[in-house]
């Protein structure tokens, strides 16, 4: 059983920056599978954000890439997220996510794993 515990989100105002982490916990081969950030806004549905698989090889939204970014710590189990010039439509709950393998999606429904969440508010 994979244990996703996210922390970092803050409310904030637009163009600010925030890094959210994510220990991960319960199955020492998360190295091997993909993992993902995903965020969901009120009355909107869940959406992918940004994923890396276990060679590192990242791949973001188009409404986020350039601005945030997907890294790990492999030694510290520790998944992030560093998110720049933030803006107004970034609020959102912000959920890390493991797939079952190396496989990377930007969907929900393939996620294995899911944290409970951290928030991020964006101001104007």
């Known amino acids: 059983q994979v244990q996703l515990v996210e922390s970092g989100g803050e409310s904030v105002q637009a163009g600010g920056s925030l890094r959210l982490s994510c220990a991960q916990s319960?199955?020492?081969?998360?190295?091997?599978?993909?993992m993902a950030w995903f965020r969901q806004a009120p009355g909107k549905e869940r959406e992918g954000v940004a994923t890396?698989?276990?060679?590192?090889?990242?791949f973001y939204a188009s409404s986020v890439k350039g601005r945030f970014t997907i890294s790990k710590d492999n030694a510290k189990n520790t998944l992030y997220l560093q998110m720049n010039n933030l803006k107004p439509e970034d609020t959102a709950l912000y959920y890390c996510?493991?797939?079952?393998?190396?496989?990377?999606?930007?969907?929900?429904?393939?996620?294995?794993?899911w944290g409970q969440g951290t928030q991020v508010s964006v101001s104007s």
């Open positions: 890396i698989d276990s060679h590192g090889t990242t």
């Open positions: 996510a493991a797939f079952g393998d190396n496989l990377c999606f930007l969907m929900a429904r393939m996620v294995r794993y």
């Open positions: 319960g199955y020492t081969s998360n190295q091997d599978r993909c």
